[in-house]
């Protein structure tokens, strides 16, 4: 596996359905990323109840899931990102990452702990309010990570697994558990 973009967002503040939203989902690709032990630095976590903090410190999608949703959704503007990963990994097959799993990227070590749920900022930031169900309808969950090593990640990096935890879910099974 491979990291092919890291990625920040600043805080925007969003008019969606007649809600006014403040958001952090709008993230693009930078040169580089520091992974601190509950966030990202110098990206915007809006709502900590659900994003950043030791189990979510770190959110990552696998790229090869972008053509399916691109033929999805032809008319959006894109780029890595759009599903407000920190991390685009080529290859990050959810049916093969074990919960508790850890590895190295750049210089950080990161622990798998859970698949993403998606949740009305998925559908804002692809300006489609059926985006939630469709994203619950699928595998493409991708996952959150625990730093257990800050350190600075770029992209090229490798992700080079450290333990891998067999004995316990997969992301894609604990992702169907949730639905």
Not at 2 to 25: D, F, M, P, Y
Not at 121 to 145: C, E, H, P, Q, V
Request: proline share 2%.
């Amino acid at each position: 596996m491979k990291i092919v973009a890291t990625n920040i967002g600043e805080k925007r503040v969003v008019n969606w359905k007649g809600s006014v939203l403040e958001t952090g989902i709008f993230k693009f690709p930078v040169a580089a990323i520091f992974l601190g032990d509950e966030d990202v630095e110098k990206d915007a976590v809006i709502d900590r109840r659900y994003h950043g903090g030791i189990e979510n410190a770190v959110y990552a999608y696998n790229t090869d899931h972008y053509e399916y949703w691109q033929k999805m959704f032809p008319d959006l503007e894109w780029n890595y990102g759009m599903f407000g990963e920190n991390l685009s990994i080529e290859g990050l097959d959810e049916s093969k990452i074990h919960i508790g799993s850890s590895y190295k990227v750049g210089d950080a070590i990161i622990e798998v702990t859970k698949p993403r749920e998606p949740c009305v900022k998925l559908g804002m930031r692809f300006n489609d309010a059926t985006m939630i169900k469709k994203f619950w309808k699928t595998n493409k969950s991708g996952m959150y990570f625990k730093v257990l090593q800050n350190g600075k990640v770029t992209a090229g990096d490798l992700v080079e697994i450290i333990e891998e935890k067999r004995e316990n879910k997969t992301i894609a099974e604990a992702y169907e558990a949730l639905k």
